[in-house]
């Protein structure tokens, strides 16, 4: 029994709904308040309810419901009724009562949103069968808060509890292979096959088999990290033993470099000792030696004395001989001067002699370039004068320069009008240019809205629009013609009016290609849906067109109810695709109102009889009951139009294009004369240049007289100047040997004087060398004492520098005996008062004793220890580190491998605790799937498919099906089978999983609505005779319709979920009456 209200545009009529049971034994009365009376619960005994089916449902403001309750049967439970009367509201009870998730049945995503509109709170209850009792599942939705309440057996408690309580009992709302709402439908065949494993094993299998299943799934993992563990360490174990086989030489040649380096540091520590003994010799045999050296200077201070007296006396005589060796030395410059200054004037007059002589040169060169030039002034003249008495021959030239300047002149005027015309026509061309360009934005325009329109389509439906593109590439394909998606050939002629095309038009039809024939929808479908894998539309427009038919009333009588337009009217489209809306979706008859008509639309309902109405921002349904004749209507509010709003002028725009073609051919023809004028341009501009070339010949040819006689006076001026500047050569000569003469006298006179000056001055010399080798005498006797006084004092510096140097010597070696016997003791660490220990002694013994020996065996050491390159003290270190981590991570791998052996083991324990029954489970499976398909001159079969048998995460049920007798057995798909194959693979997958079904009920939604009328027949018959069966669960088929004389089961309980204006209201309703009644009907018939 189910009792419910809703408010429509009809204020006299309140058509309720109600869930009827068609046996009265399977009602289970509402303990709210109701028509029917309580009832007491039938024994469980009567019910063979299995562990968890459901007894009884309860929902109060949920949905469409404002209260009701429903008794279903243990069987087979067919939930019928017309769309929209609350089928589906109780498979959502269902679904939330047993703490399913909104998003389970596709609806909506918050709880709220179940509650019926306009109520704060609603609730769902269940009551499950159970042989301890049964279990009551209430919950309580608040819409404010978005929340739930829970309560078992009407104590509260919380939703884990509830998932725990129902997850004991097997019922897996969120299992497509259990609980298939109607939303849900399609996504069954979306399922992967490792999804459907998964479902089926959840639902059918035993308890344990999921466990073992995700027990594999977790050990193949732990399986995978162990053997790339394994691996790992190997891998690793082995590089470190490499490793350390390549250390190991080197740790070798470590420890024996530290041998070398020990002996060194030995050596090092003897060094100082026997340096310090060498030492102290040495510094005995210097100080005998400074002893020595000291007497010898002593000597040589005694014998220096004589030598020195005699040294002074010799220096006196030198000074005498130098002085006066200055002072004839000053003689000699004072006589070599004034030969000096005779010299000098002497070259002066030589000088000035040379001059006179290089004047009268240049006055001869002059005189003959004079001459030259004359004569060669006086043959061109004679040249000129020639050319002149030609020139003088010839005609006059004036009537030909005349008409060679009227042709000149009447060429200009041609070429000028010429110019002006090109002008014009160049004005003519960028006008029709600026022509084209506007209207060439303009067409941009257009294009740019269509592209806003195309832009809209391929974000929303991206396969509609590659298949656009496909088909401006391939039209050629075609018979007939091919129009595109509606929404891109429909043009509003307001796009304000688009949100009542979008309301009115589903979108599906929107995004549909329009054909005009059968044979090419299937070519366009098989290419764009079966090669390319794109889910588009198509349909067919109508063979006779509708898009011209008068609506069968006329728009005059709607006026004066605020409509204003048909739909057909507020937009353009092509003939088939008006003719197909029309057909259709009768936009020619459906009205466009305004607000006035929303404010009086009872009245507009009443007296038109319009099925369909739109308002400014709503649509109204208008239809009338076949049981009362009375009329009920139903309103939505329009959504905002989203495809529809660019509006495209498209006889605009073919108008543009035709403008711009004809501006175009006047564009051509006017590029065509003005390429005609350009070459009549070039031709005048030719004739003109050969114009006035002959015209300056003849010009050049009549000045040339005048020219030759200008040459001529200009060259004779010339001449005549040259010849009055005469220059007298002899008298020149004549004044130049004067002069010559009289400067010789001078310069004889000079050189006579020159000679005495030489004279003194060579006796002045002879003296002065005399008086040097005197002096030079002096000096040698000087320089033969210094030098054996040098020689003796060199000997005393030399003994006085000995001496110092073995003193310092001595001194140096007595501090370097000091600090080499502190060093020595430093190296053995001894202090001032100890004696060198007897370690030292001894290993000193087995020494060389001298330093020379020490150095080079402390150098062969070196260069021994040095041989040792690369190593460092951290080598012993990392190689006696690296054993121990050998030996350690030896260690870990072994107990890894043992740990990888058990999971081995394991694995192949629950492998086959698993995989064996889940074998014979799916072979069963595939028993009874073949067997329905069979049943239907179909083929079917399921199988278990892996592609590895190690990868357990990989396994999955794969369903196979074949609905006719030419083709292979494919795999179902979303996309390869149609609707109604789906639909019925998908009932059928079901009913095989029924007689295996551990879970105590399944529901499946209106999933007969793809099948044809065989298959849908076909079908329901295997469902009343598998569901029916003794010892099956609980099934819930819901449908909106079935067909007649099907095949029905004692055991079914078929309740009927009804919707009209006359249903009784919930207090009025009494089952035990309607029961009396029905008897006494019956018992009057016979009498009658």
């Known amino acids: 029994m189910a009792t419910s209200s809703r408010k429509t545009s009809t204020p006299s009529t309140l058509p309720s709904k109600r869930a009827l049971p068609r046996d009265p034994s399977s009602e289970v009365p509402s303990k709210r308040k109701s028509s029917a009376p309580p009832a007491p619960l039938p024994l469980q005994s009567s019910r063979p309810f299995v562990e968890g089916s459901i007894v009884r449902i309860v929902m109060e403001n949920f949905l469409t419901y404002d209260i009701c309750e429903v008794a279903p049967g243990p069987h087979l439970n067919m939930i019928i009724g017309a769309n929209g009367t609350g089928k589906s509201s109780i498979v959502c009870a269902i679904c939330l009562g047993l703490a399913g998730k909104p998003a389970f049945m596709g609806r909506a995503d918050k709880v709220g949103f179940f509650v ?108 995978k990290q162990l053997e790339t563990s394994c691996k790992e360490k190997t891998e690793y174990l082995e590089k470190m033993i490499q ?69 002074e006396e010799i220096e006196r005589q030198r000074r005498v001989l130098e002085a006066r060796i200055k002072e004839k030395a000053t003689d000699i410059k004072e006589t070599s001067q004034k030969c000096k200054q005779k010299q000098d004037i002497i070259e002066r007059k030589d000088k000035q002699i040379e001059e006179l002589q290089q004047a009268l040169t240049v006055k001869q060169n002059e005189e003959h370039d004079r001459q030259r030039r004359i004569s060669n002034t006086r043959k061109m003249i004679e040249d000129l004068q020639n050319e002149l008495k030609t020139a003088e021959n010839c005609e006059n030239l ?31 061309k960028e006008s029709l240019e600026k022509e084209r360009k506007s209207v060439g934005d303009n067409i941009v325009r257009f294009d740019n809205l269509m592209n806003q329109k195309e832009d809209k389509l391929r974000q929303r439906y991206r396969d509609t629009y590659d298949a656009v593109l496909w088909l401006r590439n391939n039209r050629d394909k075609f018979k007939q013609r091919v129009y595109e998606p509606i929404m891109l050939t429909i043009n509003m002629k307001d796009n304000k009016n688009a949100k009542y095309i979008e309301n009115h038009i589903s979108s599906n039809d929107l995004r549909a290609f329009v054909f005009e024939s059968q044979e090419d929808m299937e070519v366009f479908l098989k290419e764009i849906r079966d090669n390319k894998k794109l889910r588009v539309n198509a349909v067919i427009a109508p063979k006779s067109s509708y898009a011209d038919k008068a609506p069968s009333r006329s728009l ?127 031709h005048l501009e030719h004739k003109d240049n050969e114009l006035r070339q002959k015209k300056k010949e003849l010009l050049e040819r009549k000045t040339k007289k005048r020219q030759l006689e200008q040459k001529i006076s200009s060259k004779l001026g010339s001449l005549k100047l040259m010849e009055q500047d005469v220059c007298n050569l002899e008298e020149e000569e004549r004044k130049a040997s004067t002069k010559i003469r009289e400067i010789n006298v001078q310069k004889a006179k000079l050189v006579t ?26 000096i040698s006797e000087k320089n033969k004492l210094e030098s054996d006084y040098m020689a003796a004092s060199s000997q005393l510096r030399l003994t006085e520098q000995h001496f110092i140097e073995l003193d310092e010597s001595r001194q140096r070696l007595l501090q370097k005996c000091k600090e080499l016997m502190k060093r020595a003791r430093q190296v053995c660490n001894l202090g001032a008062e100890q004696t060198v220990p007897q370690e030292y002694q001894t290993a000193f013994q087995d020494l060389p004793n001298t330093l020379d020996e020490i150095d080079a065996l402390l150098t062969e050491e070196r260069s021994r220890a040095s041989c040792f390159t690369g190593l460092n003290p951290t080598v012993v270190q990392e190689y006696t580190k690296r054993e121990e981590e050998i030996e350690q991570l030896t260690e870990e791998l072994k107990i890894k491998k043992v740990e990888l052996e058990k999971y081995r083991e394991s694995i192949s324990q629950v492998k086959e605790r698993w995989l064996n029954p889940l074998k014979e489970l799916v072979e069963k499976i595939n028993e009874k799937f073949s067997n329905f398909f069979s049943s239907m001159q179909c083929a079917g079969e399921v199988d278990l498919h892996t592609e590895n048998e190690e990868d357990y995460d990989k ?46 009920f399944r529901v499946v939604d209106e999933i007969n609505q793809g099948m044809d009328p065989i298959n849908e027949r076909r079908v329901f018959e295997m469902v009343v005779n598998t569901a029916c069966k003794e010892n099956t669960s609980q099934y819930f088929f819901i449908t909106p319709k079935l067909l007649q004389n099907l095949p029905y089961s004692d055991k079914m309980t078929v309740l009927f979920v009804y919707n009209g204006p006359h249903m009784l209201e919930p207090n009025r309703w009494n089952l035990k009456a309607f029961q009396r009644r029905r008897r006494r009907i019956t018992f009057t018939q016979p009498s009658q």
């Open 243 to 311: 490793r350390n086989e390549r250390y190991k030489q080197d740790v070798e040649r470590f420890y024996e470099r530290k041998r070398h380096l020990d002996l060194i540091e030995m050596l090092e520590a003897k060094r100082p000792w026997v340096e310090y003994e060498n030492v102290r010799q040495e510094y005995e045999e210097v100080k005998l030696a400074r002893d020595r050296v000291k007497e010898e200077v002593r000597k040589l201070k005694e014998g220096q004395i004589p030598m020195t007296r005699r040294i």
């Open 753 to 778: 004087e020159l000679t005495n000056f030489v004279k003194i001055c060579t006796s002045l010399h002879m003296q002065k060398v005399d008086l040097i080798l005197q002096n030079t005498t002096v």
């Open 556 to 682: 005059n009588e709607l006026k004066q109810y605020g409509f204003f337009s048909y739909l057909r009217e507020l937009f353009d489209a092509p003939d088939p695709v008006m003719s197909f809306l029309c057909c259709h979706y009768h936009i020619h008859e459906v009205p466009v109102g305004t607000e006035r008509t929303r404010e009086r639309i009872e009245r507009v309902i009443q007296e038109t009889r319009l099925k369909q109405i739109y308002t400014a921002e709503e649509k109204y349904v208008v239809k009338t009951s076949i049981y009362s004749n009375k009329v009920i209507s139903s309103n939505t509010s329009l959504k905002v139009a989203q495809f529809l709003t660019v509006t495209v002028d498209l006889e605009q725009r073919r108008h543009l294009e035709e403008q711009l073609k004809e501006i175009n051919r006047k564009l051509q023809a006017v590029e065509a004369g003005l390429i005609a004028l350009y070459e009549r341009n070039k």
């Open 398 to 428: 004036q009537p030909h320069i005349d008409a060679i300047t009227n042709d000149l002149r009447r060429v200009q005027d041609e070429k000028a009008l010429c110019e002006g015309e090109v002008i014009d026509k160049r004005g003519e």
């Open 116 to 223: 019926k509109r306009g109520c704060s709170k609603g609730m769902v209850e269940i009551e499950l069968f159970r042989t301890s009792g049964n279990l009551v599942i209430t919950r309580e939705i608040d819409v404010a808060k978005n929340q739930s309440s829970w309560f078992i057996n009407k104590k509260s408690t919380t939703q884990k509890v509830v998932e725990e309580q129902v997850a004991a009992l097997n019922i897996q709302v969120g299992n497509l292979c259990q609980f298939l709402p109607q939303d849900k439908v399609g996504e069954f065949a979306k399922l992967s096959k490792i999804e459907l494993l998964e479902a089926t094993e959840k639902s059918i299998g035993p308890p344990e088999m999921h466990r073992y299943h995700c027990e594999l799934k977790n050990f193949r993992e732990k399986e």
């Open 955 to 1000: 396994y999955g049920i794969r369903i196979r099906v074949k609905f006719r007798s030419s083709t292979q057995l494919h795999e179902l798909t979303p996309h390869h089978q149609s609707g109604g194959e789906r639909s019925v693979s998908t009932m059928l997958y079901l009913m095989a999983l029924q007689e295996l079904n551990r879970c105590p």
